[in-house]
Structures are given as C-alpha cells and as structure tokens.
C-alpha cells in the first residue's frame, strides 16, 4: 500500500495512561482498513470541492444577461460584473476581467486532483485482499465513477466538441493521467476518443461494482443511477441515439425515482424551500460545494449580472397555462436571481442530478432517430416534466421532428437551467448567442459579442498556470466575437 499521509477532518482522541506524554497528530492518520477508506473517499473525493469555478460557464450561455443602471436609478456605482468578463464576452483569453487582469481558471486543477485522488485510492483499496460486506466493491465503484465524472467535465470544458466517430480519433481531448503517485511529467492531450472510450469504460465498470458492492442507498455518495444518467449523456455526446434511449429508458424503470410533482413544488415554494432537498424524490446523486450565485440579489448596483429576460420569458403565463417554475426556480420578488443557489433553503449539496434528465435525455435520442414511433415516445416524456411543472394546460404534441427537436431543447433550458447543462448543450447544439455589455457611464450604449454556431471559443483556454508550465501542450486558438461598438 502507498505510504501517503491523507489529512482528514477527525477528532480521534487516541490518549491512554501508558503513551500520555507521546506526540500524536490528531489530524493525520495512514488509513488501514477499509472503514478508513470509506471516509476518505467521501470526505476528499465527493464532498471536497474547494477550486472549482464552474459557475462560471453559466456566463457563457443565453441564461445570463448585464445590467447597467442610469446614475438616478442605482444606489451605488459599484460595477460587480469584472470577474466573469472574459467568459460572458466569449474573449480570445477568456482568463481576463474588465480591467484586464488575469484571473486563473482553477477548474483544470480541481478535476486533475480528484483524478489523481482517483487513482492513488483506487490502487490502494484494490490491495485489500478481503471484502468485508462488499464495502471495497462498493468503493471501487464510487472511485471509478467520480473519475469518469471529473474527465467528463474536463473534456466537455478544455477538448473538441465531438462531431463524429472519425472526426473524434483525430480530434484533441484533454491528457489522461493513471499515474498513482505524483509525478513530474509533461502531459499532452489525448485524442476526443480515448477519452470518451476511458470515461466509458469506468462509468460501465462502476455499474457492475456498484450493484455488486455493499447498497448506501445514499443520494450522497456515487450510485448506480448517476452512473446511468452520466452514460445516456455520454451518448449523447457521441450521437449514439440508440445507446442513448436503452441507457435513459434502463435508469426510468430501474431507479425508482420519480419526476418531482406540481404538489411537491407548490409546497416547496409556499415553504421557502428550493428544489435541492433530501425529500425530493427525483434526486438522484447531490454532491459538493460551489461558491454562492455570482449574480447579484440586488438591483442597486449600477453595473451587476441578472438571469436573461429571454429566459425569464419562457415562464411566462400564457392562456390557461402557468408554469409554478416561474416561482420555484425564481425568486418571486427577485426575478433576476436564480433560486436554486439559495443556500439557507436547501438541504443538498450544490451539485444535483435529477431524473427529469433521463426523460428529456431519452426524448432528443428517440427525435433524432426519428420515425413516428420514436416522435411520440419523445413527447411523452416531455409532458410527463411538463405535467408537473404546469398548472393548466400542459400538453405539447408534433409529429414533425423539427418542433419536437425545438421544444424538448427549450424544455430542458427551462428545467436545468443553472444547473451545468446549458453550457454543454449549446456547444453540441451549435447554438448562436448574442450578448450585450454596456458601460458603466454609458448604460444606453452597448457592445455586441456574437458566439456563432460551431465557434472555436467554444472550447476554453488553457489555465494560465498550465500554459506558463507546459509548453509542448496544445492550446486552441480563440478568435474576437466583438462585432459591433
């Protein structure tokens, strides 16, 4: 086993008469048995998420809009839309706010330590030659599926967009590290398809050793059914609608959760409580901390960040139909702020996948493999989400592929937004995005950046601290996308 000294948050008093006066680190322990292991991997692997800025893609989408007030409109001067600049403005160096400082993306180093993590731990629980209640399988498949997870992230972040089988053996991912200790190496990028095919093959393999493995029955650790939903995306990602449909369809019947109810939401929001909570059914796997919401909870900044008019338009009541998403995504009285970051109502982690995504997941695979069978299976899955999100007429129903292709995306906007989907779903989508950034002594004025569809800045530049350190890995040109002053 790795002599490695892991640093753990555990107040063992190990003190008898006999060792009184022998130092002791209480914070320090080498784990020797499994149950040690078993805390280790929760605390440091699943729980730990200090790094991570991944709410900054959210200023990448159509999600997130600037605001500047007039001088007799704002209580204050302060412009609090500097950090986020260089993503909101899709920028050639997206690392630069407002006033040109650099500013490092840390996600690169958070997603390559719980890699590494990974590893190291995975090397060390394998050496456990007995299974005590099957709690090493089980730790197997949390390490296998969280490391699958960190490179689905990274690939999705800094990798090409993937486009197809052929184009994907010749297209650059992101470097594959199996290293089990820390090592002094120069890495470079591997092809989009290794990638695909290592986050694959963990995700199937932490399948098998999750359902052989001792049951948590935990929302809070790794879980057969995330792995399940990490894989229909997998295959979305890859365009294998038939893998994508069985994967979703196999999660739906299996997983026994169940697409939150209009009841349900009605009750969380006459009690103030938001979508991310340990009684919420359809919660499949919650797991670390992000930092609070970038956007502001008050208007009286003269420059800030507010949720986009154009999605706040979606839930718009129309005719005899209201969605309650209006309110419980939303803040009634703070329309600008997104809710599902309110971190005083919530009884989950910060990072939540729900079920309503093998529905929407199951709906774009069987609109892309079209036919009128696989069309109509598309919609009812969409009005089951829609059945419990919208008080009135609910119903949506095509025939035509297209308009079936154009609800299911708008649907899955409106159910997942601020929830680390959009970002992704418009580089595969080719979706193009207009935003507007306005001075702070000129509101009325403003600047226009255009991402268009299949834009090289849909791919991030490297952390600055990589490239300073790195110089045989390769870093994707990004062009300007300011077209108009």
Not at 2 to 13: A, R, T, W
């Amino acid at each position: 086993m790795n002599k490695l000294y892991y640093i753990l948050s555990l107040c063992f008093l190990w003190m008898g008469c006999s060792d009184f006066l022998e130092y002791k680190d209480q914070d320090k322990i080498i784990p020797r048995e499994l149950k040690h292991f078993d805390e280790l991997v929760y605390g440091e692997i699943i729980k730990k998420t200090s790094g991570s800025e991944m709410k900054a893609l959210d200023f990448m989408t159509d999600d997130i809009m600037s605001v500047v007030l007039p001088i007799e409109g704002s209580s204050s001067r302060r412009d609090s839309r500097s950090e986020f600049f260089g993503y909101f403005t899709w920028a050639k160096n997206n690392q630069l706010d407002m006033e040109q400082r650099e500013r490092n993306d840390n996600n690169w180093a958070f997603f390559y330590n719980k890699i590494l993590r990974c590893n190291i731990l995975e090397n060390d629980v394998s050496q456990f030659e007995e299974d005590h209640d099957r709690v090493k399988t089980r730790l197997l498949g949390e390490l296998t599926f969280m490391r699958a997870l960190a490179y689905y992230y990274l690939v999705n972040i800094y990798g090409e967009p993937y486009e197809n089988k052929e184009q994907a053996k010749k297209a650059l991912g992101v470097p594959i590290n199996t290293a089990i200790s820390i090592e002094k190496k120069v890495y470079t990028r591997a092809k989009l398809q290794e990638v695909y095919d290592l986050i694959e093959k963990d995700l199937l393999q932490a399948i098998d050793l999750l359902k052989a493995g001792d049951q948590e029955n935990s929302i809070f650790r790794p879980n057969v059914n995330a792995a399940y939903l990490f894989l229909s995306r997998i295959y979305l990602q890859q365009k294998r609608w038939e893998d994508a449909k069985k994967m979703s369809s196999t999660l739906i019947t299996e997983s026994g959760a169940t697409i939150e109810t209009l009841e349900n939401m009605s009750k969380y929001i006459a009690n103030g409580i938001t979508l991310y909570n340990n009684s919420n059914k359809s919660i499949l796997f919650s797991w670390g901390r992000r930092d609070n919401s970038p956007l502001s909870t008050s208007t009286s900044e003269a420059g800030h960040w507010e949720v986009s008019q154009d999605l706040r338009n979606l839930y718009v009541k129309k005719d005899n139909a209201e969605d309650i998403r209006a309110t419980a995504f939303f803040d009634k009285y703070k329309p600008y702020y997104p809710k599902k970051y309110y971190i005083f109502t919530r009884s989950c982690n910060d990072w939540c996948y729900r079920i309503e995504e093998a529905y929407l997941n199951r709906a774009e695979a069987c609109i892309e493999l079209g036919g009128t069978e696989n069309i109509e299976q598309a919609m009812r899955d969409i009005n089951s989400i829609r059945r419990s999100r919208i008080k009135g007429d609910y119903e949506k129903n095509t025939n035509d592929a297209e308009e079936a292709r154009k609800i299911m995306r708008e649907e899955k906007r409106m159910e997942f937004c601020f929830e680390d989907c959009r970002w992704f779903d418009i580089r595969r989508w080719k979706i193009e995005i207009t935003h507007k950034f306005q001075d702070l002594n000129a509101p009325l004025a403003a600047d226009t950046y255009v991402l268009t569809a299949g834009n090289p800045n849909y791919i991030l530049s490297l952390p600055l601290d990589v490239q300073d350190k790195n110089f045989e890995i390769e870093n994707f040109e990004r062009v300007e996308t300011l077209v108009s002053k």
